[in-house]
DNA sequence: GCGACAG
DNA sequence: ATCTTGTCGC
């Protein structure tokens, strides 16, 4: 009898670093960091909100679509289940693809992003393999990462504007300031480059500090943790109905 | 050894 | 990221 607390302890003892870090250079090989993407329609926002519990952490993995350029949550899909591997910097997609690829798996069969905007970097990262490059390079589907903070690269101001740049001195991620709100790091995850995945984003700015496809998943990752205790895990489901998606837009 | 360190 | 009361300011 294997229970849910014996699969875990099965992860943990399987991830390792060096494991992790071998299957990032695979991941960064097959990255494609030019322009390779079809029109944009549909593109969906990604986000993990969690919460503690008894046994460990909850994972809450949502994967939003938004038609593009309007902005209007379409779909949804969520994911619920316990986070086996713990917070690693430059190893967070190891820990949020757990929860994440299922729902993209899901949301897929109903509708097909044409872009995935992920919270975190892109090749903005030690091994140039983030969790957007992950993610994209995983369902391959053009991505993009977009960051609070800092993890990898100098800052650097150059005429057209400030990057983050690698020991090489090439641009790895575009940073966007606006008025009264925080900066934000933007790097092409998959079949992008930096100046495309800058311009897509800016172009899905609205109201907050995030663009919509992230606030949007956000708010929704973290409305069901509140509403939607499962009394088993894992469980997937549909976001919700039509007045649902309503209220996101 | 020391500092840095997405979510 | 999450936990978590009151508090400062528009």
Known sequence: MTS??????EIKRRFTPSKAYRAQRWIAQHAVIEDMYEPVRIVAGLDVAYRR???????????AALSYPSMKLVDCE???NKVCVPYIPGLLAFREMAVLAPALTRLSSRIKPDLLVVDGHGIAHPR??????HVGVVFDIPSIGVAKKRLYGREVTYPDGTYLVDENGNKIAAIITR????KIYVSPGHRLSVKTSSALIRSMLRRGR???PTRVADRISKEIRTSLTP???????RCGDSSFYSRFS
């Open 78 to 80: 969520v994911f619920i």
């Open 231 to 237: 009394r088993s895990l894992p469980l997937h489901r």
């Open 179 to 182: 008025s009264g709100k925080s």
């Open 210 to 212: 995030l663009p919509e």
């Open 53 to 63: 519990s008894e046994e460990g952490s909850i994972g809450y993995g949502v994967v």
């Open 4 to 9: 849910p607390e014996d699969i875990c302890n």
């Open 128 to 133: 140039r393999a983030g969790i957007a490059t």
